[in-house]
Nanobody, 121 residues
Framework: QVRLAESGGGLVQSGGSLRLSCAATSGTLDYYAIGWFRRSPGKEREAVSCISAIDGTTEYDDSVKGRFTISKENAKNTAYLQMNNLKPEDTGLYSC??????????????WGQGTQVAVLS
């Protein structure tokens, strides 16, 4: 089963950008949809974006549409989340997970430790 590790988080000013990476530490991303999730302070974990395994179709939560871009490079066994025009409400722990398809339950063993994003107003 694929296992993932996130990186790229940090502290930025409102309006800034970050690119998060989700690398496979075992297995391959080729056959999986990859989702990005975040847990903001005081909130439940929410789905932010997803990219399908078959045709690269992408999905975004309304709160990040037009600002975030998800991508996947199978050759590098890595998925990315480019985050532009960051807002304080984007602050949270960002994690990635593998799924058979977007919208399905993530494989429990695929979750990484997460990477922290903090956006200052």
């Amino acid at each position: 089963q694929v296992r993932l590790a996130e990186s790229g988080g940090g502290l930025v000013q409102s309006g800034g950008s970050l690119r998060l990476s989700c690398a496979a530490t075992s297995g391959t991303l080729d056959y999986y949809a990859i989702g990005w999730f975040r847990r903001s302070p005081g909130k439940e974990r929410e789905a932010v974006s997803c990219i399908s395994a078959i045709d690269g179709t992408t999905e975004y939560d309304d709160s990040v549409k037009g600002r975030f871009t998800i991508s996947k490079e199978n050759a590098k066994n890595t998925a990315y989340l480019q985050m532009n025009n960051l807002k304080p409400e984007d602050t949270g722990l960002y994690s990635c997970a593998a799924m058979t398809a977007c919208g399905t339950r993530p494989f429990s063993g695929s979750w990484g430790q997460g990477t922290q994003v903090a956006v200052l107003s």
